[in-house]
């Protein structure tokens, strides 16, 4: 199937032609697009796509044009598994025009269609970062688990730094004003000697608190992609010369975003988690971001986010959730891969 195929759309006049390209070179048209639109991710940023390559990936990138205009898009991920089915996924996407959303819908299921036969997928998963599914959106069933947190807390950063202080709970505005009597120090670097620093506090802290944590090569890659093109940086938080917090924050489009973090147990009284994280939305402020996003909330205090929830929750803000995850099934994929399964499973027992 050619991946310029041209549909002629009858009910809407603005899209005669709505063509797919395939994106080989085209970073700079595709990233200033995305960050001008709404609610796109990071995921979808070219470098990041060049990350997941490092890691393993392969991706896979297609822009939609109108009248030779960029309209919409998508990058799909594929890490590829020789043993198992594998699953073709788009974090934070599809982004689709919003003249002919089902068009554009239409001409990135043929592309993944042909990607999946190739590369063996059995679904594709999407999860753009919508309010509510859009009616076009049809043959997609809920996923089981999504790629990105579907409930996200946003402080605004549009408001006067005084609003800001205001809109935080009184807790969380004491523990701060205390972190900065206690003169806790704060800097924001993105140079690889900052990588080993952040990652010893983080993986403390994933040991201390039991959940899964990403191995020191991932940040290596993330890091060492993201830094050169200023997307990302690392922030400390030191207390008499001894680092006691990090955190690595994403910027892209008008949100900062707070990534990963780790802290140390060594004196809690000065609160350095509060000092950083204030600094860290001053700093997005100056970059022009208009949101500081918390990546990963919830209200229920039996999800395991709820302990990282809480302490988000003292600085205020709003509560967004998003579709979550959508999965499509190319049958004819799957029936092969559930073949081939039967297969060797009665020739394991021959």
């Known amino acids: 199937m050619s991946v310029n195929n041209k549909i002629t759309n009858t009910s809407a006049e ?3 032609h709505l063509t797919i390209k395939k994106l080989i070179s085209e970073s700079y048209i595709w990233d200033s697009f995305l960050q001008t639109t709404l609610n796109s991710c990071f995921t979808q940023a070219w470098s990041w796509a060049d990350f997941k390559e490092l890691e393993g990936y392969k991706t896979f990138r297609y822009g939609l044009f109108l009248n030779k205009q960029l309209v919409g898009g998508c990058i799909f991920y594929l890490y590829p598994h020789s043993s198992k089915a594998n699953l073709l996924i788009a974090p934070g996407g599809p982004i689709l025009p919003k003249q ?3 068009q554009g819908l239409h001409l990135l299921l043929e592309i993944a269609t042909v990607i999946a036969k190739e ?3 059995i679904a594709l998963r999407i999860e753009p970062l919508w309010a509510q599914k859009l009616n076009c959106v049809t043959g997609f069933v809920r996923a089981p688990a999504d790629m990105l947190p579907s409930e996200t807390l946003l402080i605004d950063l549009c408001l006067p730094e005084s609003k800001i202080l205001a809109g935080m709970k009184p807790k969380g505005r004491y523990n701060l004003r205390l972190s900065w009597r206690y003169g806790v120090e704060t800097e924001f670097r993105n140079d690889s000697q900052v990588i080993p620093l952040f990652y010893d506090l983080f993986w403390e802290t994933v040991q201390r608190q039991q959940f899964f944590g990403e191995p020191y090569g991932f940040f290596i890659n993330l890091c060492q992609t993201l830094f050169p093109v200023n997307m990302a940086e690392i922030g400390l938080a030191s207390w008499h010369g001894e680092i006691l917090a990090a955190i690595l924050v994403v910027y892209w ?7 990963y973090g780790g802290r140390s147990l060594n004196h809690p009284e000065v609160m350095a988690n509060y000092a950083l994280h204030f600094r860290a939305m001053q700093r997005a402020k100056t970059r022009g971001c208009q949101f500081y ?6 209200s229920d205090s039996d999800h395991t986010y709820a302990k990282f929830s809480q302490f988000k929750s003292q600085f205020g803000g ?9 999965d499509y099934f190319f049958y004819d994929q799957l029936a092969d891969t559930l073949i081939n399964l039967f297969q060797n499973v009665a020739g394991n027992h021959k």
Do not use: Q
């Open 293 to 298: 996003d918390f990546y990963g909330f919830t």
């Open 100 to 102: 002919c959303p089902e």
């Open 119 to 121: 590369m063996g997928a």
């Open 14 to 16: 603005a899209c005669t």
């Open 318 to 326: 709003e509560s967004i959730t998003t579709i979550g995850a959508y």
């Open 253 to 259: 489009g008008n949100h900062a975003t707070y990534l």
